[in-house]
């Protein structure tokens, strides 16, 4: 049976710093429901699904990222499945397992439980494309990226249409770290960046992108505008996070301090824009030790991938870092207003079980490559002559 002391050396930085997220997280939803009558649901709830993620984390250990590497592809085959019974469900009704819940159709529910599948989804997804690439060349040519990006398109537009458009935006530049690690040519890489960037304006017209979808990417660019009407609709949740933000000056205004959390004046304050309420509570230095636990994870996620000389754990290491550090961005970038609101929650941080326990799924994938010790004689993976 596995214990804590099973943790390698260059675990414990990534497992301390996402506790670390988790329970500022916890902190910021306790706070904002300081002024609730009854009992703290919410984060009574978190703490809950904490305990279950923790008990993900180590069950990945004893399992091992090879073994599940082995039954990666029948993972996919069961959250292709998944999602496909999700999109089926906008026709033909499946209550109570799957019920419409703020106009999209993005969870099963399965006694007391209820699954995103989408969060799920990332960690099939990094572990099909790492067991595909792990031992092939073939993606070296422009024919060869077909599979890769079938691999990353059909569930990117299946999620996309449930509609989750922040977890479809994490696919593609993870496929792109991961096609970039295990050898992929830097030509190749450049037409498809080019391509992609050629593609994103059809993207936004095209029937998969929703009204609201497209109002807030509008309000993005109507933010600093003198006219205030974007405020009271598509920009409502932008403009008050913003405020937040700046009111919390350098230190904050204190745990459960503050007119944000007397009056409710920010909506899904648990979730997308929990970023917003650490920075309200804790000011400038909250929000940059929140930063920093970040870097903490990606910066010994990535040594822990060039650690190891087994191109399978490398690829999940890597897309891994990537999953995580794109999402942290896009959150952040949309409570600040570099980004249009997605619907992206803040890892180990927001409310949500799905969320938090797919998170540490992921971190015991990243962590168990860590336990495996490095072989000094074996060839480094990923080694080509560019031409």
Known sequence: MINWRGVPLLGWPVLLAALSLTALGVIG?????ADIDGPPVTTLRQLMFLCIGLSGFL????????????????LFVITLGALALLLVARYVPMAPFIVERRKAFRWITIGPMNFQ???????????????????????????????????TLVPMAMILKEPDLGTSLLLLPTLFV?????????????IILLLGAIAVPSFYFSPLMNRYQR?????????????????????????????????????GQGFAEGSFFRHDLLPEEHNDFIFAVLAHQ??????MFVVLLYLVIIFFGLTIASATNDPLGRLLAVGICAVICAQTLINLGMTVGLMPITGMSLPFVSAGGSGLIS????LGLLVSVARRRTLEMAPKPFEFDEG
């Open 29 to 33: 939803v306790y706070s904002a429901e």
């Open 178 to 190: 991961m096609l970039y690690v295990a050898g992929a040519r830097n030509r190749h890489l450049s």
């Open 282 to 287: 804790w000011g400038f230095l909250g929000a």
């Open 215 to 251: 109002e807030r990417i509008q309000a993005l660019f109507h933010q600093d505008e003198t006219d205030h009407r974007w405020r009271m609709d598509a920009g409502y949740q932008l403009a008050q996070s913003k405020i937040a933000i700046g009111s919390g000056g350098m230190a």
């Open 359 to 362: 998170n540490y799924l992921m």
């Open 117 to 151: 599948v989408s969060e799920y989804a990332k960690i099939s997804f990094i572990l099909a494309l790492a067991y595909y690439l792990r031992y092939r060349t073939n993606y070296r040519s422009i024919v060869g990226l077909l599979m890769p990006f079938v691999l």
């Open 59 to 74: 069950l990945v250990q004893l399992i091992g990222y090879r073994e599940l590497g082995r039954w990666s592809y029948p």
